[in-house]
């Protein structure tokens, strides 16, 4: 079975910092994607950032980025330049079914405070 | 594009009723998803279709759970007979696919408490 661990069950930083958030991950498969999802309080999970496990390149979305380290099976979000909106639960996510044949696994999440 | 709705948001049911839930995903998504979420955890999928067909479905979604796509439109998921421990937040997502970047997109939820 796949598992996906995330062991920062809280984090807090100030505001315009840089955090980084931890996940890890098991499969067998060699096709599989990766996801970070942001929950806010109350609201609706929203895609933050993907990577396809067969592209080197870490994926970047504005002031998100990921360091996808394939052999260790490590898959951590940074966000630069924090802003009091990236307040929220944050989940990894994988899927290794190669493209949405399946559902998600998802680890426990890590909640994020933004200190103004 | 109007997003993936769910409804209702809020259901406060008594043991032992029955309760059925809705998702609408976005017009022109094939797949979709139920996840249940209880608190402090991360969502846990329960099954998933692609057009009318339900494909797969998890070892958490018991007997007396059951869920329909009807004409591949919107889905029902339906419990029985519920139990305390059914209390959660139930999620629906849906996707196009497959495609090389493909991503889930999620509903506000459904809050179930049974009492």
């Known amino acids: ?116 | 594009d109007t997003g993936v709705s769910q409804d209702p948001r809020h259901k406060i049911t008594k043991r032992g009723q029955n309760v059925t839930f809705r998702c609408d995903p976005i017009s022109e998504h094939n797949r979709l998803y139920w996840y249940r979420q209880t608190l402090g955890q991360g969502p846990e999928f329960l099954t998933y279709f692609q057009n009318e067909a339900q494909l797969e479905k998890s070892r958490l979604l018991s007997d007396r759970f059951s869920a329909e796509r009807p004409k591949g439109s919107f889905s029902t998921l339906e419990i029985q007979r519920t139990e305390q421990g059914d209390s959660a937040m139930y999620l629906c997502a849906s996707s196009l696919g497959p495609r090389e970047d493909y991503e889930q997109y999620f509903g506000p939820g459904t809050r179930l408490t049974v009492t």
């Open chain 1, 1 to 116: 079975a796949q598992t996906v661990t995330q062991s920062q069950p809280e984090m807090s930083v100030q505001e315009a910092e840089t955090v980084t958030l931890s996940c890890t991950y098991d499969t067998s498969e060699s096709n599989y994607y990766l996801f970070w999802y942001k929950q806010p309080p109350s609201r609706q999970m929203i895609l933050v950032i993907r990577q396809e496990a067969y592209k080197q390149q870490n994926a970047t979305e504005n002031r998100f980025s990921v360091n996808f380290q394939k052999a260790a099976k490590s898959f951590s979000l940074k966000i630069s330049d924090s802003q009091l909106g990236d307040t929220a639960m944050y989940f990894c996510a994988s899927d290794h079914s190669g493209g949405g044949a399946d559902g998600l696994t998802f680890g426990k999440g890590t909640h994020l405070i933004i200190q103004p």
